[in-house]
T-cell receptor, first 115, second 114 residues
């Protein structure tokens, strides 16, 4: 069964606007962590933001925020004030205690930022 | 701290040949992971180590794949009798331990099987 689902293969956003990338996950483990990574065309995986399952507040890192809705099992990434350099693949990922704390990834969303 | 390094960056081989990749994690990182990524897809988990112990190997991994981390430092991933379907980017990542908040990735080894 799919553990991480990213339903948007591609997204377009105008420069300086905000964009939301969707992610839903499936777990029965009460202890888990959710991540977003960015992969530019150069290929390196860049960590963006982390949310623990017990965290009460949504995580924020600069222009990135994670909209965590635990009951809905969603962990959407919000990028504010998009920049041309934000054009990349974005992956949602999850780490579970029952999975031995290994991290599994979704299929990704390709974001295109238009000037 | 020099980051996670992988060698080689690119490997071209003929079908049926064996290949070996190396990963040097960040020093003192106990956990080391191998992933495979094909074009336009997310990284697919292959296997991971806690120090020198291989804790899990993906069921998707055939017996042609083997990984080692003999002294709990660097790791090697070997693919025997390569097939065209093995063509992919092989990513290595490490973190300090089970509850480390993020993975530190290497630049990957791009394998092309002709």
């Amino acid at each position: 069964a799919q553990k991480i689902t990213q339903t948007q293969p591609g997204m377009f956003v105008q420069e300086k606007e905000a964009v939301t990338l969707d992610c839903t996950y499936d777990t029965s483990d009460p202890s888990y962590g959710l991540f977003w990574y960015k992969q530019p065309s150069s290929g390196e995986m860049i960590f963006l933001i982390y949310q623990g399952s017990y965290d009460q507040q949504n995580a924020t890192e600069g222009r990135y925020s994670l909209n965590f809705q635990k009951a809905r099992k969603s962990a959407n990434l919000v990028i504010s004030a998009s920049q041309l350099g934000d054009s990349a693949m974005y992956f949602c990922a999850m780490r579970e205690r029952t999975g031995g704390f290994k991290t599994i990834f979704g299929a990704g969303t390709r974001l295109f930022v238009k000037a | 701290d020099t980051g996670v390094s992988q060698d080689p960056r690119h490997k071209i081989t003929k079908r049926g040949q064996n290949v070996t990749f190396r990963c040097d994690p960040i020093s003192e990182h106990n956990r080391l992971y191998w992933y495979r990524q094909t074009l336009g897809q997310g990284p697919e988990f292959l296997t991971y180590f806690q120090n020198e112990a291989q804790l899990e190997k993906s069921r998707l991994l055939s017996d042609r794949f083997s990984a080692e981390r003999p002294k709990g430092s660097f790791s090697t991933l070997e693919i025997q009798r390569t097939e065209q379907g093995d063509s992919a980017m092989y990513l290595c990542a490490s973190n300090p331990g089970p509850t480390g908040e993020k993975l530190f990735f290497g630049s990957g080894t791009q394998l092309s099987v002709l």
